[in-house]
C-alpha cells in the first residue's frame, strides 16, 4: 500500500535553499512554483515551501535512512556542512547524525547497523 514519504519543509529563501541544498549536500534542483522548491538525491525526495516564519523552520524535521552513513557524513562536513550532532551508534540499532540546513530545518539521518 504505502510506497514513500516525502518531507516538507520550510524554506526562508528560495536561491540560498537552492545553493544549499545543491552545492553543499548533493541534491539535484528539479523545480519552483513561486517558490514551492522540489529536490531530489538518489531517490529521495525533498519538497520545501515558502515561509517567511524562522521560528516554523526551527521546529521543524525530517529522517532520512541512507546507507554508506560514514562517507556522506565526511562528505558534508568536507562541503562545509558543521553536524548538529556527531556520528553516533544509537540504541535502537541505527548509526545517526543530524544537521541544520540553510533555513533550520533538522535533517537526521540513520542507517540500520541491526544485522538483520
Keep these: ?64 535512512v541512507v546507507t554508506e552513513i560514514e562517507k556522506l557524513f565526511t562528505e558534508y562536513k568536507s562541503n562545509g556542512i558543521n553536524p548538529d550532532t556527531q556520528l553516533q551508534d544509537r540504541p535502537w540499532k541505527m548509526k545517526e547524525f543530524s544537521i541544520l540546513d540553510n533555513n533550520g530545518n533538522l535533517i537526521h539521518f540513520g542507517q540500520d547497523i541491526s544485522g538483520s
Excluded at 528539479?30 to 517558490?35: E, K, M, Q
Excluded at 531530489?40 to 516554523?56: F, N, Q, T, V
Aim: glycine fraction near 4%; hydrophobic fraction near 40%; proline fraction near 5%.
Design 1 to 64: 500500500m504505502l510506497q514513500t514519504a516525502i518531507p516538507v519543509l520550510a524554506s526562508l529563501n528560495e536561491e540560498e535553499t537552492i545553493q544549499f541544498y545543491t552545492q553543499k549536500m548533493g541534491f539535484t534542483f528539479h523545480a519552483s512554483w513561486d517558490g514551492y522548491l522540489i529536490l531530489s538525491r538518489d531517490g529521495i525526495y525533498i519538497h520545501l515551501w515558502p515561509c517567511s516564519e524562522p521560528a516554523i523552520a526551527k521546529s521543524t524535521s525530517c529522517y532520512i
